[in-house]
């Protein structure tokens, strides 16, 4: 299975500003996918993110809050814009297939203050 | 409302004792995952069940997917304090066959006592 190096690991930041999330896979990827896991809760996916398209968002989540880029097959960033405490979450990547299950990075901690 | 409902939502439970987590949904899947999440990891997965009725063991930990695939449950044997995380149940949802999105149930934190 693929193996995903995400960071940063965790970050404090002012509130009002942006965090870029980087995520790098060992092998090409077709489609990665961002999710959202707030404190105590599951995962919500926030996007997919597809090489050479614009990301599709899920209900709930816009691209001016949440912009994707997806340079090639083995890159993607996820930015958390104009931050507030509402956003202190664990931000994570994955990558996979139905039938071969799915990769998880080990997730950015973001605390927004 | 969820698409998945795990439960219960928190047990915790001495070494050595049986535990079963429940997966549920009024929806038919065509498959299922279940995924375990440790503090400051992402999901690992644990299995995939596609037939109705199938069952599959790992170990201390036995998998089953409901006769008309729309629940799941997860029975582990003899705990142990390496058992302690998040579980979670997934499915695929979506049209792109073989790269769907997966949606998560609501979660099940497991707590081992040594």
């Known amino acids: 299975s693929a193996v995903i190096s995400q960071k940063p690991s965790r970050d404090i930041c002012q509130r009002g500003t942006s965090l870029t999330i980087q995520c790098q896979v060992d092998s090409q990827v077709t489609m990665m996918f961002w999710y959202r896991q707030q404190p105590g809760q599951s995962l919500t996916l926030i996007a997919t993110?597809?090489?050479?398209?614009?990301?599709?968002?899920e209900s709930g989540f816009v691209i001016d809050k949440f912009p994707i880029s997806r340079p090639n097959l083995t890159f993607s960033t996820l930015t958390v814009s104009n931050m507030s405490p509402e956003d202190s979450s664990i931000y994570l990547c994955s990558v996979g297939q139905t039938r071969y299950g799915y990769t998880f990075g080990s997730g950015t901690r973001l605390t927004v203050v | 409302t969820q698409l998945l409902e795990q439960s219960p939502q928190f047990l915790s439970i001495q070494e050595g004792e049986n535990l079963t987590v429940y997966c549920n949904s009024s929806?038919?899947?065509?498959?299922l995952q279940w995924y375990r999440q440790e503090p400051g990891e992402g999901p690992v997965l644990l299995v995939t069940v596609v037939t109705g009725g199938e069952v599959k063991k790992l170990k201390r930990l036995t998998f089953q997917f409901g006769d008309a695939r729309k629940d799941s449950s997860l029975h582990i044997t003899a705990a142990q304090p390496g058992d302690t995380g998040l579980y979670l149940c997934a499915v695929p949802i979506g049209s792109n066959f073989g790269n769907e999105k997966l949606t998560f149930g609501t979660g099940t934190r497991l707590t081992i006592i040594p």
């Open positions: 929806s038919v899947f065509s498959s």
């Open positions: 993110a597809n090489q050479g398209s614009e990301a599709t968002y």
